[in-house]
């Protein structure tokens, strides 16, 4: 049985990340409306996903990706829009890690995000307008509890895993917490059970940048057909340092100048590695909204799995029935080990089934989106013990 009926607003693409289209989109929480953490509540949200692979009779091998703060719906296959390969392309499909000849695979566009979900952007049905400022403010458990919504509308029970990195780790957490019984294996990567000050410190350069931005409008840019793009490409650059480690920022710029043989004595990006956050930040603001920016990061900022267990990581897992693999890199100093650790030392407590591994990398932060074999053997050997446990076979 479904939660709320919700009726499709919009359809295309499909199996195998094909080249398709634009995703799906489903609209619910009429009838039975959305209670944010905030106190606010939604009545209607529209939620959009793409999926991959086809679900099997007893509806047990759908896999939830989880998407990072930046990311979308589009994991696999071709982005519509870019015309890239989805951000975690080289993992889902065919034969891949996460084999869509064996899987079921959903990934949401987060609540407050930008590509079709519900957020600052879309239109506020009571204003006519875009939400803009009067988006209420929203937290981690909120994406997690919309995202249940479409999973009981396409009537899955239990989920065979949850999986994500980054904020996606965060959401692979609350799953685990808050609906235990819908989750059989989950896979939280490179994050954390709570934000730190230093990571609360970046996002917050972010959000000032954007906020000082004169285009930014005090949040309604879109009623005045303006973008706060140097803003929003400021707090991108920001960011984007911290997915990096210093190895890799060496290894692939150095101090290496950019299409010249010696310094300009001014300020254009004389360096590779100021010409490629400059890019980074160019290319971001054609993508993303600057709203969603500030409300997704908040929505990290607020983190906190053991705040509502009297400050007790372990008593979120107490009894806890899932099975996890916590993954973590060497030189991610975003979320680094010791974060990861936490996790597992509590999941430990509470006498969980956990497996822990920490992949030598030297690519920071974003390395579990780049080609790291170890991490895809681990991963995949995780993946394969419980489909066997659930006797999930592959297509002969």
Excluded at 136 to 142: G, L, N, Q, R
Excluded at 347 to 362: K, M, Q, R
Excluded at 376 to 390: I, M
Aim: aromatic share 10%; hydrophobic share 40%.
């Amino acid at each position: 049985m479904t939660a709320d009926h919700g009726h499709t607003t919009h359809s295309a693409g499909g199996a195998d990340g094909g080249n398709a289209a634009p995703g799906k989109s489903v609209r619910l929480a009429e009838s039975a409306p959305l209670k944010l953490d905030c106190g606010v509540v939604l009545n209607g949200v529209d939620i959009a996903y793409e999926t991959y692979g086809e679900l099997n009779e007893d509806k047990s091998n759908a896999i939830l990706i989880c998407h990072a703060l930046t990311g979308d719906h589009f994991a696999a296959g071709t982005h519509p829009t870019t015309g890239k390969p989805g951000w975690w392309a080289d993992v889902i499909g065919p034969g891949l890690t996460i084999d869509t000849d064996r899987y079921f695979v959903i990934c949401i566009n987060i609540l407050g995000g930008c590509t079709g979900t519900t957020g600052p952007k879309e239109i506020n049905p009571q204003t006519g307008k875009p939400w803009a400022l009067d988006f209420p403010v929203i937290s981690i458990a909120d994406m997690v509890r919309a995202q249940n919504l479409l999973i009981e509308y396409l009537g899955i029970e239990q989920l065979f895993a949850v999986i994500g990195g980054s904020m996606g780790g965060m959401q692979v957490l609350e799953w685990a917490v808050q609906y235990p019984e819908k989750v059989f294996a989950a896979v939280p990567i490179a994050t954390a059970a709570r934000h730190s000050a230093q990571n609360i410190a970046f996002h917050e350069v972010g959000r000032q940048a954007i906020m000082a931005d004169p285009d930014w409008c005090g949040g309604a840019y879109l009623d005045e057909d303006k973008n706060p793009h140097r803003g929003l490409a400021v707090a991108r650059m920001a960011a984007h340092i911290t997915y990096l480690s210093q190895t890799a920022l060496t290894r692939k710029f150095g101090r290496r100048l950019q299409n010249r043989d010696h310094v300009t004595w001014g300020f254009d990006a004389d360096f590779q590695v100021e010409s490629y956050l400059r890019h980074q930040g160019s290319t971001f603001v054609d993508r993303f909204d600057a709203n969603s920016y500030l409300y997704i990061t908040r929505a990290m900022d607020y983190f906190d799995l053991s705040e509502r267990f009297d400050g007790v990581l372990g008593n979120a897992f107490t009894g806890t029935p899932v099975r996890f693999c916590v993954i973590s890199f060497t030189s991610d100093w975003l979320y680094p080990t010791n974060e990861n650790r936490e996790i597992v030392h509590a999941l430990t407590a509470a006498a969980a089934n956990v497996s822990f591994v920490e992949i030598e990398s030297d690519k920071g932060h974003d390395a579990f989106l780049l080609d790291e074999p170890e991490f895809h053997k681990v991963f995949e050997g995780f993946l394969e013990g419980c489909a066997e446990h659930r006797g999930l076979r592959r297509k002969s």
